[in-house]
């Protein structure tokens, strides 16, 4: 007699079997979509528009650091105190009301030596001004080096230029580029 198992006998080898067709079924459906997809590769397009208009800031901001250094604390916020007033004379004298202008906190550091030992107060403030009048604060910018001259540690930083009604010229310029990558398309 023959020693063959029949189906009954090993009950893992139907469900085997529908597990491997199942696959293969899975991998026949990947393959036919990749293909699909590689047929269609290089037959598409994609169309950018692109529009510019030049505008002008209306609206600058510029902003200034005093800076101090002494051995006690007392002398350097009083130096600071008289670089403050500095500025303020020259804000004024470039035509800056008392409230066109803010100066703002005062903050101290310590220096240490290697042993520990404080060596220094390093005292700082800002200033900051800011106007629709975006070349008197440029000029503004370029005269505060006469500080300098002056022994007024102060670090002034370049100003910045804002436009504040972007908002009103976003719509705008998409629609002009919508429209170039509409003409962009029909020339293709």
Known sequence: MEDKKSNDENPGFLPGMVIIGLALVVCA???R????QIKGFGRTIQV??????PITSDFAIWEGNLQTSA???SAASAKLSRDADAVKAFLASSGFKEGEFEIGPV???RS???EGQPTSYNLSQTIR???PDVARITQLSTAASALIQQGVELVSMPPRYVY???EDVKIEMIKAATENAKLRAEQL
Do not use: E, H, N, P
């Open 164 to 166: 504040t009604k972007l």
């Open 48 to 53: 950018t528009g692109a529009a510019f208009k």
């Open 112 to 114: 240490y030596d290697r």
């Open 33 to 36: 979509s990749t293909m699909i």
């Open 71 to 73: 051995m006690s604390l």
């Open 29 to 31: 459906f990947v393959a």
């Open 107 to 109: 903050q101290v550091y």
């Open 129 to 131: 001004t800011q106007a």
